[in-house]
């Protein structure tokens, strides 16, 4: 069977390829770093697994600031023999400074907007 | 068939009449015991309802808790000490970075300094002692014992805590100012700006630019209010304002519902007033006039 407007159909077909394709080429060209969230150098521990940490620190949060603000439970929490408070302002940012690279780094990766500082100061805003 | 005229509606008379009359008639016989027993449980619905009210949560006389913090003012010992007042203000609005805009439209009140006159609208203000609407009268958050602002929030970001404490939780207020409707005392305070705002220096407008990197800010949109510094009480220390009163027993601080305490012996032995007692909110804050 003949085609019709062999070279305009082919063409035209390459161009759609070409766009449809395009999210996927240019991230290859472009693409963005892995985040390496920067981790405290002389600390080796934290509150939990790195695994857990990772994955579920939203929740660890949330169940701090529950327990702290509506059940009055600001028992301290033990783990490795070193005490830690259950404060994201006063505990978390004692070992981990800098939120720029310890929170931003993945958050803006993953494009998920931290409300935290908001309210919350953040070590380096003094003034 | 041919159906006269007259037969025709001799049928449909009867016909009607036997429609409407014999359901009637059914319910009449087997209805009465169904009915009976509908409006039984009824009642026995209604009255259980009635004792979960009474002793649930959201009645209007919540139960009172085992443990209540409560603070007394005395305003004699204000009277004595020039300044005093001031000083707790602002010790406790330094310690919550409590924004300070120059504007009493935007202004942000934790505790506040006003008069016997204005504090105490409900005594009689007839020929009341010379001198009295001079003396600066300490106003804060009274942590009622059935506080109206718990029972307004939509979101119980306002609750009684088990201390006795009326707390704000910052992270949950949706802003509708229920609460602030809802408070017969005038002690929650809204953010229409945001309290982070700053000079062109880069400084906060925090009350006399003092900044506590320790506690955390408000955001706008949201209710404050004093909360009888639960972060201080965790750590053994007394309320920034009690602390700041020191040796002068000014403000005493304490389980009111535990005679022991200090606070009980000075509520025994001190004759004392509660702001607007008539709203039946039973306020926690008592005054030594």
Known sequence: MPMYDRGKVLTGLAIFVVVVTFPIWYNLVHAQHVPVPLLPKDVKQCVGKVDYMRTSHMELLNTWRDEVVRSENRKVIEVGGKQYVKSLQLGCMTCHP???????????YAAVNLFCWDCHFQPKEKK | ??????????????????????????????DDAALAATHGEEHGAGAAEGKKEAGGHGGHNAESTLFQYGMVIDIKKFAEHKGLAEKCVSACHSEHNVPDFG????????????DYEHGFTGYSQNKTKVGLNDLPVLLTCNHCANPPC????????????EVGVVVMDFHRCIGCRFCMAACPYGARS????????????????FYKNGINPNYPTRMR?????????????????????????GNTKAMVFGNINDPKSEIAQ????????????AAGTKPSVFYII
């Open chain 2, 103 to 114: 504007n009493p439209k935007d202004e942000i009140k934790w505790i506040w300094v006003d």
């Open chain 2, 221 to 245: 949109g949201v209710v404050e209010k004093c909360n009888f510094c639960p972060e201080r009480l965790a750590v053994g220390k007394l309320p920034a304002c009690v602390e700041a009163t």
């Open chain 1, 98 to 108: 800098d939120r720029q690279k310890f929170c931003d780094e993945c958050h803006t």
């Open chain 2, 190 to 205: 809204f953010n229409w700006r945001n309290p982070r705002e700053q000079y062109a220096n880069g400084n906060y407008k």
């Open chain 2, 266 to 277: 000075v509520l025994n032995s001190n004759f004392t007033i509660q702001r607007n007692p």
């Open chain 2, 1 to 30: 068939m041919d159906v006269k005229r007259r037969n025709f509606l001799k049928i449909a008379g009867l016909s009607a009449v036997a429609g409407l009359g014999v359901p009637s008639a059914f319910h009449h016989l087997f």
């Open chain 2, 150 to 161: 718990v029972r307004a929030c939509p979101t119980k970001a306002t609750f009684k805590n």
